[in-house]
């Protein structure tokens, strides 16, 4: 008998540096646009770290301290894993019985917290610390919000050339839960009530709160009997920074743009730390992200358009078998959608 076994998983990273600025450090290296002070410094804190090791289990190991906590946090915001095990006779074929799909769905999601440093100004503070006002509960320190933002298949059999094999996908995804809540707000009370309850000051509510951006990742794994491998992200959220690994190494990731700054060392106006970050909140509200309002296969036409002119996977690894290439395996599998 024979095992075949494999794993896959995207880590998501906020490239930034420390904000601390009495070790050092700088207030804008939460590597958001703060939209004249009115970004939530939340789930927006940076990561600390500008690249993540070639190892995932250090990956998974290591913490970022920051002055706000009394304990450490991990090092990025989202991870997305799938493993696929199953046995074979005799390199073409899959044991029924033996096939196994695992997930780190139970996993505790981040941390979101309000952050930044004393006289900082952040609007979500602010109605924290309102005695008027209980969007928030009193709570400067929250867990991100995954709620119906995972969507996973079962494994599935597939065949290739009369090798069989199998493979899953799953989309995961995660927000930060105090624009949530003032999303909530939003609906609740209107555009001019909500503006004047919140104290924004702004003419109109910022984009990233009328539909609330998410980070995500598509993971696709696929595993034939002759010991044949392919993992492919078959579409990430544009910001922030994605990683692929597999079998717990690092084997592709998103490119990230940590923008420009003017000659006094600010930031440029409502782009802070990426310029993407204004395509990143407009996409939730059409047909490029799958938590977009608009329907599930608005969303699957689009994909599968991207991918018929090349812009798709976004990431891919495989692993050549006895008898098929990676690249073959490619060919004969478009993508598995997980719902």
């Not at 899959?94 to 505790?108: G, I, L, M, P, W």
């Not at 100004?121 to 933002?149: P, S």
């Not at 004047?196 to 609330?212: K, L």
């Amino acid at each position: 008998m024979i095992e075949r076994a494999t794993s896959a998983a995207t880590i998501t990273l906020l490239p930034g540096h420390s904000e601390n600025t009495t070790e050092g450090g700088d207030a804008l290296d939460s590597a958001m646009p703060d939209y004249d002070g009115k970004c939530l410094d939340a789930w927006f804190v940076a990561d600390a770290a500008t690249d993540l090791p070639d190892d995932l289990e250090t990956v998974r190991e290591i913490r970022k301290q920051l002055p706000e906590f009394d304990e450490g946090l991990r090092q990025y915001r989202l991870a997305n894993e799938l493993e696929l095990s199953f046995s074979t006779e005799d390199g073409r074929t899959v044991v029924d019985s033996s096939v196994t799909r695992t997930t780190n769905a139970n996993e505790k999601p981040s941390y979101v917290g309000v952050e930044g440093e004393v006289g900082e100004e952040n609007v979500v503070r602010d109605i924290i610390e309102r005695d008027d006002l209980d969007w928030f509960d009193g709570k400067d320190k929250l867990r991100a919000d995954v709620a119906d933002k995972r969507f996973e298949s079962d494994a599935v059999r597939e065949a290739v050339d009369g090798i069989e094999g199998v493979r899953a996908s799953v989309l995961f995804g995660g927000s930060d839960t105090y624009i949530e809540i003032m999303r909530e707000k939003f609906y609740e009370l209107g555009p001019v009530e909500f503006l004047e309850t919140a104290g924004m000051e702004t003419e109109a509510v910022p984009a990233f709160i009328v539909q609330p951006p998410t980070m995500y990742t598509f993971l696709e794994l696929a595993v034939m009997a002759d010991g044949t491998s392919l993992a492919r992200v078959w579409d990430v959220s544009p910001y922030p920074k994605h990683y692929l690994y597999v079998d717990d190494r690092k084997r592709g990731e998103t490119e990230f743009e940590e923008g420009s700054r003017l000659e006094g060392g600010e930031w440029r106006q409502n782009e802070n730390g990426n310029e993407r970050f204004g395509q990143w909140a407009l996409e939730e509200q059409d047909l490029r992200s799958p938590f977009s309002p608009h329907t599930r296969t608005g969303y699957e036409q689009y994909l599968d358009h991207a991918t018929s002119i090349g812009r798709y996977p976004a990431m891919a690894y495989g692993e050549d078998g006895d008898e098929l290439t990676a690249s073959t395996v490619a060919v004969h599998l478009p993508p598995l959608f997980p719902w």
